[in-house]
């Protein structure tokens, strides 16, 4: 994580997250199938940018930009949060081990024993062609939402994109699809 005011003008910040602690600024982040995840706060009028994917989500990268925001004085209840075009879970695919790490680290799940059916028959894809590729779903935007709500930010300030990177192929570039080093740039900006 970084904070905006570290950066120069036209100088790339190499971090996964950026805290805009000064008015003005412009904060950008790049992204293919991963989500662009922004934070604004209604009353202090700070914002934030997060490249965040698998990764990210078991890191906790969203606990840490929050506690972020506890050190600038930001209520659960003025944090509005957008999660904007990723992967789908249709088409984000992985082995049961990355899927099983993912639910440990990301959800502190063990994936059998605390999924509802209904999640799991999200997370098991029942597939033919996936069985056969032994490949499992994993739904970023709904593990960061799960994550978002878990740091107590009310669900009616939080709003989740529909759009799939890889499946809108004229729109976005997808990594996954066909291994470009194209990305999309996201911003957010503060002001006064």
Known sequence: ?????DSQEGNKTDADGLFG??????LWVYTADCMPIFFADKRT???????CGRKGL????IKNLVKIFDNFGTSRDDLLVAIGPAISMEHYLVDKMTLKEFYRKAENKNIT??????EKNLCFSNSNHFKEQNLNQIDLKRSAYRQLLNENIPNINIDISNL????LKNE?????????ISRQWNFICSQR
Do not use: D
Request: hydrophobic content about 30%; some cysteine.
């Open 58 to 61: 078991e890191k906790k990268i």
């Open 172 to 180: 976005f570039n997808s990594w996954r699809r066909n291994k470009t």
């Open 45 to 51: 009028r700070n914002v934030a940018a997060l490249h």
């Open 113 to 118: 024993a605390n999924l509802t059916k209904t």
């Open 1 to 5: 994580m970084a904070f905006g005011s």
């Open 164 to 167: 799939c990177t890889y499946k």
């Open 21 to 26: 602690n000064q008015f003005n600024q412009n």
